[in-house]
C-alpha cells in the first residue's frame, strides 16, 4: 500500500532527527533555521507476532509490513502566503494520508528556536494557521465554482455552498476542518480539495534524555492544551534514540534502553501508532518458505486481502482457511488448530480482522 504518513512541524525542533531514528537512509540534520528538502523511506513496522508465530513454524526469513514516512521539511510562520517553496512543502502535507507533528520539548542554547523561545503550544497553533489558512484558500476557491454552477439552479451545487460556507466560518475562526459541525452524509463535498487540517493527527513531543521517561514542563503543557483533542501524544527523546539506532546489535540497543529506563525505543510506539493512524491492519501468512505480515484497510474482505499478495489470487478466490493469531500460537501448529476446531472455511464476505492467518485458495 502506497499510504503515507508525513512528519511535520516548525524549523529546528528535530524532525530529520526523529526521521533518522525509523529510517534505513538518514536525513542531513543541521542547526539551519530552514531546508528544502523532503526525505522518504518506507519503514518496517515492528511486530514481535511475527517472532512468536516463527517459534511454531521455522522459516527461512520473516517480513515485516511496511509504511512510508516522509520528513517534510519545517514550516515557518506565513509560509504558505509569501514563501514560493514552503508553499510547496503545503503541498507535500496534501499528498500525505496522516501526519506526525513532531514538537519541540528542550531547551538548548545551541540550538536557537526560530521564534526565540520554546513553546509548543505556540508551535502548534504557528502549524495549525498556516494549514488553516491553506484550507481556506481551497474552500472559498470551491465556493466560487459552485457558484456559478448553483445559477442554473444545480440543488447539489445550493447544498455544497451551503455545507463549504460551515467550513469557512469555521476555518476563519482559527479552528481545524475536521472539528466542522458537519454531518458525514455531507463530508463529500471537500473530498476533492483534500483539505490538510482533516488529516489524522500524531503529536511527537521530543525531549532532552533525562525527560524520556517521565516528560517535562513542555510535555504537560501540549497535554493540556489538546486535552480535549482526540489525539495521541508521545514522548521521544530524539538525540538519544538517534544514538540507539546507531549501534550494531540488538542487545547493545536493549541494554542502552534498559539503562534509561525505557522497554523499547520511542520510535516504535511511533511506528505503530502511524499504522494504526492510517487505519491499517495486518493479517499474516505463514510458512517453511517465510512468515510475512500483509497491510490491508480496516474493514477489507478476504478477496482484498488476497489482492494484496497477489491479483490473481483476488480474481480467483475461492476461499480462505483463517486461523486467529492467539489460537496458533497457543496450539502451536496448524494441524493442532483443525483437530481443535480453530481454523475456520471463509467466504468472499468475510471481514479479516488483525492478526488473521490466512491462507488462500483460488483458480484462476
Known amino acids: 500500500m502506497s499510504l503515507q504518513c508525513g512528519i511535520i512541524g516548525i524549523a529546528n525542533v528535530g524532525k530529520s532527527t526523529i526521521f533518522n531514528?525509523?529510517?534505513?537512509?538518514?536525513?542531513?540534520t543541521s542547526n539551519f533555521a530552514y531546508s528544502n528538502k523532503t526525505n522518504l523511506s518506507i519503514i518496517n513496522v515492528p511486530d514481535s507476532r511475527l517472532y512468536e508465530l516463527e517459534k511454531h513454524q521455522p522459516t527461512e526469513r520473516?517480513?515485516?509490513t511496511t509504511v512510508e514516512i516522509v520528513d517534510i521539511p519545517g514550516l515557518t510562520?506565513?509560509?504558505?502566503?509569501?514563501d514560493k517553496s514552503a508553499n510547496q512543502f503545503l503541498s507535500e502535507i496534501r499528498n500525505c494520508d496522516a501526519l506526525i507533528h513532531v514538537l519541540r520539548c528542550f531547551d538548548d542554547e545551541n540550538l536557537p528556536h526560530v521564534d526565540g523561545s520554546v513553546n509548543p503550544v505556540r508551535d502548534i497553533e504557528t502549524v495549525n494557521l498556516e494549514l488553516q489558512i491553506k484550507d481556506l484558500e481551497s474552500v472559498e476557491k470551491k465556493i466560487t465554482r459552485l457558484e456559478k454552477v448553483a445559477k442554473s439552479g444545480d440543488k447539489d451545487a445550493k447544498k455544497g455552498i451551503e455545507i463549504l460556507n460551515v467550513y469557512k466560518e469555521h476555518l476563519e475562526n482559527f479552528q481545524n476542518a475536521s472539528t466542522a459541525p458537519v454531518a458525514?452524509?455531507?463530508?463529500?463535498?471537500?473530498?476533492d480539495i483534500f483539505l490538510l487540517t482533516v488529516k489524522p493527527i500524531i503529536y511527537v513531543c521530543n525531549v532532552d534524555d533525562n525527560s524520556a521517561v517521565k516528560g517535562n514542563k513542555y510535555v504537560e503543557q501540549v497535554k493540556e492544551f489538546l486535552k480535549n483533542d482526540k489525539t495521541e501524544v508521545l514522548v521521544i527523546a530524539g538525540a538519544m534514540e538517534s544514538e540507539i539506532s546507531e549501534l550494531e546489535t540488538e542487545d547493545d540497543r536493549m541494554a542502552f534502553l534498559q539503562d534509561m529506563g525505557l522497554t523499547e525505543p520511542g520510535v516504535n510506539k511511533l511506528i505503530r501508532a502511524a499504522y494504526s493512524l492510517l487505519d491499517l491492519e495486518t493479517f499474516f501468512t505463514?510458512?517453511?518458505k517465510e512468515i510475512r505480515a500483509w497491510?490491508?484497510?480496516?474493514?477489507?474482505?478476504?478477496?482484498?486481502?488476497a489482492g494484496v499478495i497477489h491479483s490473481d489470487l483476488e480474481r480467483g478466490f475461492i476461499r480462505a482457511e483463517v486461523m486467529k493469531y492467539t489460537?496458533?500460537?497457543?496450539?502451536?501448529?496448524e494441524?493442532?488448530?483443525?483437530?481443535?476446531?480453530?481454523?475456520?472455511?471463509?467466504?468472499k464476505n468475510y471481514v479479516v480482522q488483525d492478526g488473521d492467518i490466512l491462507h488462500i485458495r483460488f483458480n484462476v
Open 77 to 82: 510562520k506565513s509560509a504558505g502566503r509569501t
Open 62 to 64: 520473516i517480513l515485516h
Open 335 to 347: 494441524q493442532a488448530c483443525k483437530e481443535k476446531g480453530k481454523l475456520s472455511i471463509e467466504g
Open 21 to 28: 531514528c525509523m529510517a534505513s537512509n538518514k536525513a542531513e
Open 184 to 191: 458525514p452524509e455531507h463530508t463529500h463535498f471537500i473530498d
Open 327 to 333: 489460537d496458533f500460537v497457543t496450539l502451536g501448529s
Open 286 to 288: 505463514v510458512g517453511p
Open 295 to 305: 497491510t490491508i484497510k480496516k474493514g477489507a474482505t478476504a478477496p482484498q486481502a
